[in-house]
């Protein structure tokens, strides 16, 4: 991940997309076109005081939910 840290900062900073992890408490965060294939995902997660970012990963083809990333 830190080859990728810029990346995954933008990623949290200007999401293309926001969506549930299915861990309680911790959300993905998506953007096109960043990170080593087409989808950069980050999983950050929310219930301490601080957000923490758990891991980041590229992802080559996703489908994500209409209303989470503003085409519904």
């Known amino acids: ?13 200007r999401p293309h997309a926001i969506t ?10 998506w953007r096109a076109g960043a990170g080593p294939t087409r989808w950069l995902f980050v ?7 601080e957000p923490v970012i ?3 990963y590229g992802q080559p083809k996703i489908r994500l939910p ?3 990333h ?3």
């Not at 991940?1 to 900073?13: K, Q, V």
């Not at 549930?20 to 993905?28: A, E, K, N, V």
């Not at 999983?43 to 005081?49: F, M, N, T």
């Open 1 to 13: 991940m830190l080859r990728h840290l810029d990346e995954a900062l933008t990623t949290i900073r």
């Open 20 to 29: 549930p992890d299915p861990i309680r408490g911790r959300w993905r965060y």
């Open 43 to 49: 999983v950050v997660d929310w219930l301490d005081a």
């Open 54 to 56: 758990v891991t980041a």
């Open 66 to 68: 209409r209303e989470r």
């Open 70 to 72: 503003g085409t519904a």
